[in-house]
């Protein structure tokens, strides 16, 4: 398998499905005939410049892409193109790459791409058609697409390549799910990226490459302006084309060149699976529960279950995060060497997975970003750490699970976690020049300043210091805690580096996993249960549980159907077994609106640039002492402010927003603060996540878009932007000035393109906990009050995942608090006393032994 880092998760998330606005568009549009061909382009330009980051309108260098479409391309479909590339080269190296998107985005996941670059012998150009089903390492295209060279040429500054590229606009590898995109519809997206890195072999079009470093982002094509009635006499240029001198469009590399030679083949040579040292399941052991995912549910549970005397076996897919576990992952310019410390373990590095990240952090198998490692999100988050307000479980979850229900649960956490709003071990807070710039206007507003872990119901009209989960100056959490005193029994086992496949079952009763390596030292084989006494805790999140449960056989028909289409067909659970409940369905997450404000007081550290070469005296502060701004999350963030805003639908909305001094949205960095509001408790949007046929989980459905949700959300900036209006020499970027918070919002798209401007990515709710059985017409929930599932006798779900509705607050402690009520209730059951078969009655499946 090839060794490419992942393009970016910042060029979009959108799959194919949905309806959806079409996304933002970031280039400058033209007409140009380039000279030698005659060829007659519809071109997407990016000007000349540093890269400003996500959705970026600069490229060192420029970049242009040109299209032509067939003349009738805007009344009937065409799944083909005439493609022009004008890639930049600095100091002759570099690589330029397009996503081939449709008609609702261009996301990397599930869209074709062709990578090019000079190979560096004349003017040859390699090409390579690739593919990836999340952000990982694009794979071999397995499709039909074919690209045919017809021009290519090389100077020291660019590169120029058009091409025919047949059925390119079908996306029909088999081992997905196929689409086609539709010119008859007008338009549709399409997507870029650049990197001044050359591929680790220039000749070889299947060679690994870097992450792109100088640019990405979307653009939106045109037909009528693309298709051209000379199309048909085109693509039959030959490749062998005299040479040009005329110039490229204006502002991109000139078009000069030596005579043209043939591009280099497309690869088409199929990926090599990665094999790794794994270690075999100990053949006579079982054990009392299997605890599958290590992170802010799975610790906490593996730890109270062994504390109860139990066998205890926690399966981490992933690898070591923090040092105190054998993590080794730290600045490549060497900082930290030498240190027990990786950059997990440092606040001021938290935000890194979304700013260049490392191989082998992010999930490689959905289409969202995510962490799996060792603590999951509790290790590549900011680490914001919320007591419950009390109302997130009154109104979310039935009885059982009210927030007088939930006392204990979260005194013990925040007994073990208490949190800390000052986490610099001089009590010092640092870089506060946001913070003191909002505060003026919520203060002159009449909001109440708070120390929010004091008062949790106080989430109205209220604003605070950030609460965040660290201990001592680096990072805490459940990792720092649970797991210490889990890993300190004899009957716990740590297992990492290591995937659970599937549940094995006998009707509904759990009696083993398989399991495989993800890396070396990862176990392989089967994984046994305690006869009949055993249970499984699947605590893989949002989107690692349902996936666990559709491969085993559990979820609404149409998934169950796909897995049974994959690679895990010849082995997939007979139909007459499996068991129908709405896994993927409910799908939550705090929706996102990014506000900017700027105000001449406000001052940007570099926090980016702090990685590799941190400021000197920050360093060894936060080295010798644990102290300054490295012991605090970047980027500033603070102050926390909530307001509970009543909807048109009469349902109260919890609003959180989180500033953080940093620009987006095209206001760069320097004097402007960010304001991301999220919409939490009371939200009614749902979405759903379901999986495909290479076992590769996406998000289906986005969450985001009922009117009462989208109308509070606007009343809610409407407010925030009548508070700040006192503060003196402000300016409101985002929204404008006289722009209100609904106008705002329509401006703003709900794509799938658009998901990493939108999401928060607390995603939650797709194994639904709740008293109607979802085996049941109209039933909707997954797990019971007891967190088993439905259908089973010894299956629980214990994450993020059985989240009935959002809560106030970044989702992190809560989490862990579900996770500690689970456990009382799990340990409060009674064993099977028999393995439980199912029977089918009226069309549903019952388990004869309870639930």
């Not at 373990?345 to 198998?365: F, M, Y």
């Not at 990792?479 to 005193?485: D, E, K």
Request: hydrophobic share 35%.
């Amino acid at each position: 398998m090839k060794s490419n880092i992942i393009l970016s998760s910042a060029l979009g998330v959108a799959s194919f499905f949905g309806n959806a606005v079409l996304a933002q568009d970031y280039a400058t549009h033209g007409m140009y005939t380039e000279p030698t061909t005659g060829i007659s382009f519809y071109t997407s330009m990016e000007a000349d410049g540093a890269s400003t980051g996500s959705f970026t309108t600069t490229t060192l260098g420029g970049f242009t892409f040109g299209m032509a479409l067939p003349g009738n391309a805007a009344t009937v479909d065409s799944y083909e193109y005439i493609g022009l590339i004008i890639g930049s080269l600095i100091n002759g190296t570099g690589w330029s790459g397009l996503v081939h998107g449709d008609n609702t985005g261009a996301g990397m996941p599930n869209h074709l791409m062709l990578l090019a670059w000079p190979t560096g012998v004349g003017n040859t150009i390699a090409s390579s058609l690739r593919y990836s089903v999340s952000y990982q390492a694009p794979v071999d295209y397995k499709g039909s697409a074919k690209i045919t060279p017809i021009y290519s040429k090389v100077n020291a500054t660019s590169y120029t390549l058009i091409y025919r590229c047949e059925n390119c606009l079908i996306f029909d590898d088999p081992t997905q799910p196929s689409f086609n995109t539709s010119t008859s519809q007008a338009t549709f997206e399409w997507g870029w990226a650049q990197s001044s890195v050359s591929p680790a072999d220039k000749t070889n079009p299947d060679s690994s490459i870097g992450q792109h470093n100088n640019g990405m982002g979307e653009f939106q094509i045109i037909v009528s302006k693309a298709a051209n009635a000379a199309y048909a006499k085109w693509v039959g240029l030959s490749s062998t084309v005299p040479t040009s001198s005329a110039a490229a469009p204006t502002g991109n590399p000139t078009a000069t060149g030596a005579p043209t030679t043939v591009a280099a083949p497309t690869t088409t040579a199929s990926a090599t699976p990665t094999t790794f040292k794994a270690v075999p399941v100990p053949a006579a052991t079982s054990y009392d529960y299997v605890v599958v995912g290590g992170g802010a549910a799975g610790i906490p549970m593996a730890d109270r279950l062994s504390a109860a005397g139990h066998s205890v076996l926690l399966i981490e897919k992933g690898v070591a995060s923090s040092a105190r576990w054998g993590g080794t992952y730290r600045p490549e310019s060497g900082w930290l060497d030498g240190y027990n410390l990786t950059w997990f373990d440092i606040p001021g590095e938290c935000n890194r997975i979304w700013n260049g990240g490392s191989p082998g952090v992010a999930c490689t198998d959905l289409d969202q970003m995510a962490g799996c490692i060792l603590g999951g999100g509790t290790a590549v988050n900011a680490g914001l750490w919320w007591k419950p307000n009390p109302p997130d479980w009154d109104y979310n979850f039935p009885d059982g699970w009210k927030s007088e229900d939930m006392q204990f649960a979260t005194e013990r956490v925040f007994s073990r976690i208490p949190g800390t709003d000052h986490p610099s071990m001089d009590g010092k807070l640092y870089i506060q020049s946001g913070f003191d710039i909002v505060r003026q206007g919520l203060a002159a507003a009449n909001w109440t300043s708070v120390t929010a872990n004091d008062v949790p119901c106080k989430k109205d009209k209220t604003y605070a210091h950030t609460e965040y989960m660290y201990i001592n100056g680096e990072r805490g959490g459940p990792m720092a805690t649970y797991l210490v005193s889990a890993n300190g029994r004899n009957n716990f086992h740590l297992w990492l580096n290591t995937s659970v496949e599937r549940i094995n079952r006998i009707g509904g009763h759990a009696t083993s996993l398989d399991v495989i390596a993800t890396n070396d030292g990862g176990h392989v084989g089967t994984v046994k249960l305690t006869n009949t006494t055993g249970r499984v805790i699947l605590a893989a999140g949002t989107f690692g549980t349902p996936k666990i449960l559709f491969r085993s056989g559990i979820g609404p028909d149409d998934m169950l159907q796909q897995v049974q289409q994959s690679p895990d067909g010849p082995t997939f659970i007979k139909s007459t077994d499996w068991i129908n409940l709405p896994v993927g369905y409910n799908l939550a997450d705090h929706l996102n609106t990014d506000c900017v404000i700027s105000h001449p007081n406000i001052s940007y550290y570099d926090w980016p640039a702090a990685w590799d070469t941190p400021i000197e005296a920050d360093k060894v502060s936060y080295l010798k002492n644990r102290t300054g701004p490295f012991a605090q999350a970047a980027p500033n963030i603070g102050p926390m402010m909530w307001e509970v805003i009543k909807g048109p639908d009469g349902i109260d909305r919890q609003m959180q927003w989180t500033s953080r001094v940093e620009g987006s949205n095209g206001v760069p960095n320097g004097n402007s603060m960010t304001l991301s509001l999220y919409l939490g408790r009371g939200s009614v949007s749902r979405g759903r996540t379901t999986i495909g046929k290479s076992l590769n989980m996406v998000v289906n459905t986005l969450p985001y878009g009922d009117p009462n949700d989208l109308t509070a959300v606007g009343w809610a900036i409407d407010n925030m932007v009548n508070a700040l209006k006192t503060i003196p020499n402000i300016t409101w970027n985002l929204p404008p000035p006289g722009v209100s918070g609904a106008d705002y919002l329509k401006s703003i798209p709900l794509t799938y393109a658009n998901v990493g401007a939108r999401r928060a990515n607390h995603w939650m709710g797709t194994c639904k906990l709740g008293t109607d059985d979802g085996r049941l017409p109209d039933g909707t929930a997954v797990v019971d009050t007891n967190t088993k599932i439905y259908g089973t006798d010894n299956m629980f779900v214990v994450d993020a995942s059985i989240w009935p509705g959002m809560p106030s607050t970044n989702p992190s402690a809560l989490i862990v608090t579900a996770s500690e009520r689970a456990s009382e209730l799990i340990l409060a059951l009674p064993c099977p006393k028999k393995i439980g078969g199912v029977v089918k009655k009226r069309g549903q499946f019952y388990s004869n032994s309870g639930g």
